[in-house]
């Protein structure tokens, strides 16, 4: 469900200050009231848009040189200092301070699924006013060049499904106006900074890298509606913060967190998809999961979870699909016996369960992990206020 973000859907917000866009690609209408223009058109320039494209001009060719397979021909195209015409680049129309056409600038490169091999190159940062950047679904490997915090109008950055290595890249927290970060599926190591979490990021995935460490403390603090952690080696506890302000989807699964569901999760108002899948997470689960009133999807599978499934988790409304299979619950309520019935998807197998089909042998269930652990709970004597969470 993860959100998919399109050039063609963006791209207004590139054109807002453009009454014609000069593209490499193929004419398409957008929004915003500006207009694709196929092919490349040579358009009158004032000296600054001159200077801008020539600069342009240098960014691309030193970034040619750097790219050692193209088995599809995209930089056929990138010849002549006529950069509005190269394959996979976009360019606007520019306005001054007056509100008047200033000229082309290149305003967005999108070469995914063009199989390029190479590296990136520091001059790229001389693209100052790009928006986008696009380049899932290449074979880009290296490190990304510091200069790329110089990327003062940039508004996306995909970097995913490419060969990218190294610590997590740092300089992308100085580019001001980030709001979508992809760098999944990628050999990025080690921790993941702080800082990220403090960025104004709408969508941030991380997904599928070798991210290490314990998860920063304050990861609440993001705005983001999407945040993707999974598919990587992160350990220690889930962090709680009194942030998540308007989260929607956020996945843990498949690292190796371990602790348990904080009880602190109820906060997460907007949420709708939670998977803390294929870890080692221990305990009962929270009460407050009944206050996720909008939750469709909840996936705790593959950990080491105990206790009864209570009805406050089945009996939310909008739940499409909820997963507890191979943990060591002991019991399901009755709002969860009736599951079936409404037709949300449930699987709670590999549990230990009597009298229930594909559970756990007895002697698995003699021993239940993290018997001793202290979650914290509200007592059940007291029922529940969502909102004084």
Same mark, same amino acid.
């Given at each position: ?146 200069? @790329? ?150 996936? @705790? ?46 699987? @709670? ?41």
């Amino acid at each position: 469900m993860e959100n998919i973000w399109l050039l063609a859907f963006l791209l207004p917000i590139v054109v807002t200050k453009a009454a014609i866009i000069v593209g490499g690609g193929v004419g398409v209408g957008v929004g915003g009231g500006g207009v694709w223009i196929g092919g490349g058109i040579n358009t009158p320039t004032t000296p600054t848009a001159s200077s801008n494209l020539n600069r342009a001009y240098t960014a691309l060719q030193a970034w040619k040189s750097a790219i050692t397979d193209d088995p599809t021909g995209v930089t056929k195209s990138w010849a002549g200092p006529n950069v509005c015409s190269y394959k996979g680049v976009f360019c606007s129309e520019s306005r001054d301070f007056m509100g008047n056409p200033a000229g082309p600038v290149v305003a967005a490169i999108d070469l995914n699924h063009a199989n390029l091999q190479g590296t990136l190159v520091k001059e790229l940062s001389f693209l100052t006013d790009l928006s986008i950047f696009h380049l899932n679904t290449n074979r880009f490997t290296g490190i990304i060049p510091s200069s @790329f915090r110089d990327f003062s109008s940039l508004t996306e950055l995909d970097l995913s499904n490419n060969q990218f290595s190294g610590p997590f890249p740092t300089q992308v927290l100085y580019i001001p106006n980030l709001v979508y970060l992809d760098l999944r599926f990628n050999t990025f190591s080690g921790p993941v900074p702080e800082d990220l979490f403090n960025k104004k990021l709408d969508a941030i995935f991380l997904n599928n890298n070798l991210f290490d460490g314990e998860l920063p403390q304050n990861l609440g603090n993001s705005p983001a509606s999407v945040i993707n952690l999974a598919n990587n080696r992160f350990t220690g506890t889930i962090p709680f913060s009194l942030g998540y302000v308007g989260i929607k989807e956020i996945l843990f699964l498949n690292n190796q967190l371990t602790g348990c569901v904080p009880q602190g999760i109820g906060m997460w108002s907007d949420l709708q998809v939670l998977d803390v899948s294929s870890n080692s997470l221990m305990g009962h689960l929270p009460d407050s999961l009944s206050c996720l009133s909008g939750i469709e999807v909840l996936n @705790f599978a593959n950990n080491k979870l105990s206790g009864e499934l209570p009805d406050l988790v089945c009996s939310l409304r909008r739940l499409l699909n909820l997963t507890v299979a191979a943990n060591f619950f002991s019991g399901l309520s009755q709002d969860c016996d009736r599951l079936l019935f409404r037709n949300v998807g449930f699987d @709670f197998s590999l549990n230990c369960i009597p009298g229930k089909d594909m559970q756990r042998p007895e002697p698995d269930c003699s021993i239940v992990p993290g018997g001793g652990l202290s979650c914290l709970r509200i007592p059940s004597t007291k029922p529940l206020v969502c909102v004084g969470l």
